[in-house]
Structures are given as C-alpha cells and as structure tokens.
C-alpha cells in the first residue's frame, strides 16, 4: 500500500470529468441527444441549493444536459408526486435526482416508491437496492448504486487499495452511504463490520481496520488515537467545524493523516467524485433505457 498519502479528490474527479465529456460527445452523435438529468428541489435548504448549483454547473461543464424542476417548500405531497409522474414519463428525461431532505409535509417514502428505478440515479428506489444486495458484483451499468458509496469505491481503486482479505469497518448504516459501501465492499471480498451508534468500544473496532469509511456526520469524531498506523481512510463526513466554522470531516484529519496509508480530505476528497457518480449514473440510465427500446 501507499504510505501516508492524502487522497486528491478534486485531481480525480477533473480527470473523470474530462473522460465523460468526450464520452458524451458520443454519446450525442451516436443517438441524437445528450444524457438528461433533472433534479427536483423542493423548498431552500442551503445544502441542497449548494449541491444542485454544483450539479448544474457541473453538468454543464461535461455536456450533458441538467434540468433542475424547483417546487416551493410549502408544496402538497400531491403536487410533489405528480412532478415525480411527469417526470418518469417525460422520454427526455433519463435520471432523476430527488433532493433530499423534502418538507416534512412529503412523505419521502412515497416519493421514492412514485420513481421510477429506471431514472433512479441515486439508488434509492426498492428495485435499485435489492440489486445491490442480491448481486455479488458491482455491475454499474446493470443497475443505480448510490453516488457517494461509488465514488468511495472509486477512490479505493484509484489509489489501488484492493479491499479483497481487508478488515473494514464502516461507520454509520444510513441507506445512502453506510449501507451500500457495506456491500460494495462485501463484493469485492473485504470483510466489513458496519458501526453505529450503538456499538460498544468504537475505537477498539476501528484499531482493528485496515480500511475506514467515516459516514457518522459528527466533525472529528475518529480521533488518532481510534485509528492502527497504515489505515486506509474514506471520509464522507461533511460538517461544520465547531471551532472554525469552516468544512471538515467526520476524522479528526490533521492529527490522523500522518497515520495512515491513505485518507481523503474534507473538502476535497469524496465531495467532488460524488458528482461525477451522479453524472456516470445519468449515463449509464441513458443507455439501458436507449438499449432497452
Ligand atoms: P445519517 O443518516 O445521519 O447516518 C449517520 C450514521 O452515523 C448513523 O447510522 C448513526 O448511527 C451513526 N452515528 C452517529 N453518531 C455515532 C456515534 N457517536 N458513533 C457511531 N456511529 C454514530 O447520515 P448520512 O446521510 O449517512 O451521512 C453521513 C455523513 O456523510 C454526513 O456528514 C453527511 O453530510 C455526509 N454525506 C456526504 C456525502 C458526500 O458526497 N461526501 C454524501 C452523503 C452524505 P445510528 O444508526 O445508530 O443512529
């Protein structure tokens, strides 16, 4: 394994992004029109306006086309399920991002259970996650796997960490990180413990890693002293320092980075690979639907 290497993020994802723009100019030649994806923001949560703007911009960058359908906070759950409807029938349409959170007044279930999986690019629907768990490959263009735990693996295998035989504890079981990158990790034959809030002697757990995936949402919360010398850590976290004010993780990155054999930064490690996840995911939705017909 590498030692001490701080994982470039940003690097990577402008590489990944400069493949699928030439992919895209493809793919427009070849059918006819590009990859669409539309994201649906309901309300003003401040994340989420950040992550859309990010997502349209982003697109832009690459060619592909991004439409985003803003619906006000105070919206019905009815009005919220028949843009979801529209949308699944909408053939220009090819993935579909459901910004969460939605307005406490819109079921989120029922909005995931309105989507079609086919335009599912956040693997969030039934379909999508069931076929996570039930294959033993991570088979991208068969079916959405959610953004953030692809782009988790992604890192791994740019920085050529192979999981096969590894000790993994995953920190955090929420449905669109913790989980996932369980069994993603599972697939490729890493032996995964999934920790929670629950877990009894956190750091014990983590000193027996040899890869960490942070996804707790608490700021520094993995300190040096939880983590082995020569981990490999992924962190999701995205929190607000309580001393700074400033972005940081969920590991106490400055006084854990010397310890490892890899980390990602916060920002600048997961964050800017998530996007591109997103954008791999409109494409390959775009081509099971176009080979589907
Ligand atoms: P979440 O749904 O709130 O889940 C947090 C998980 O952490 C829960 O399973 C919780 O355990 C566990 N946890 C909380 N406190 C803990 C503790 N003291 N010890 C052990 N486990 C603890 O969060 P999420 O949506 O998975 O997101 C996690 C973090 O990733 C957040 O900071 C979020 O902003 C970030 N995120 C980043 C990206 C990206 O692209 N970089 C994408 C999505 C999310 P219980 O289940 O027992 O409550």
Redesign the pocket.
Do not use: E, P, W, Y
């Given at each position: 394994m590498i030692l001490n290497m701080i994982f470039d993020g940003k690097k990577l994802a402008e590489e990944v992004k400069a493949s699928l723009r030439d992919r895209i100019a493809e793919l427009g030649k070849q059918y006819g029109r590009v990859p669409c994806l539309s994201v649906l923001l309901v309300g003003d949560d401040y994340g989420s306006q950040r992550y859309v703007a990010s997502c349209e911009k982003n697109a832009a960058l690459i060619g592909m086309t991004c439409r985003v359908v803003r619906m006000a906070g105070d919206s019905s759950e009815n009005d919220v399920l028949r843009t979801v409807e529209t949308l699944n029938s909408d053939s220009t349409v090819d993935g579909i991002l459901i910004q969460m959170p939605l307005p406490k007044q819109v079921s989120q279930a029922k909005v995931v259970a309105t989507l079609n999986p086919a335009k599912d690019v956040d693997g969030v629907t039934d379909t999508n996650v069931a076929q996570l768990w039930k294959q033993k490959r991570s088979d991208y263009a068969r079916f959405c796997v959610p953004c953030?735990p692809r782009?988790a693996m992604r890192i791994l295998e740019a920085a050529g960490v192979n999981p096969d035989g590894c000790n993994a504890v995953v920190?955090?079981?929420?449905n669109?990180?913790?989980l996932p990158v369980t069994k993603l990790l599972m697939n490729q034959n890493a032996t995964v413990t999934v920790?929670?809030?629950?877990?009894k002697d956190?750091p014990a757990l983590l000193r027996s890693a040899d890869i960490i995936v942070a996804?707790?949402?608490?700021p520094k919360?993995i300190t040096a002293e939880m983590v082995s010398e020569g981990a490999v850590i992924v962190d999701?976290?995205?929190?607000s320092d309580p001393d700074t004010g400033k972005m940081c993780g969920?590991v106490d990155f400055e006084h854990v980075a010397d310890k490892c054999s890899l980390i990602t930064p916060v920002p600048g490690g997961?964050?800017p690979l998530?996007i591109c996840s997103l954008m791999e995911n409109t494409i390959d939705c775009f081509l099971r639907q176009k080979q589907a017909n």
């Open positions: 953030t782009s920190v955090g079981r929420s669109i990180v913790g920790a929670h809030s629950h877990t956190l996804a707790i949402g608490q919360f999701v976290g995205i929190n969920d997961v964050g998530t």
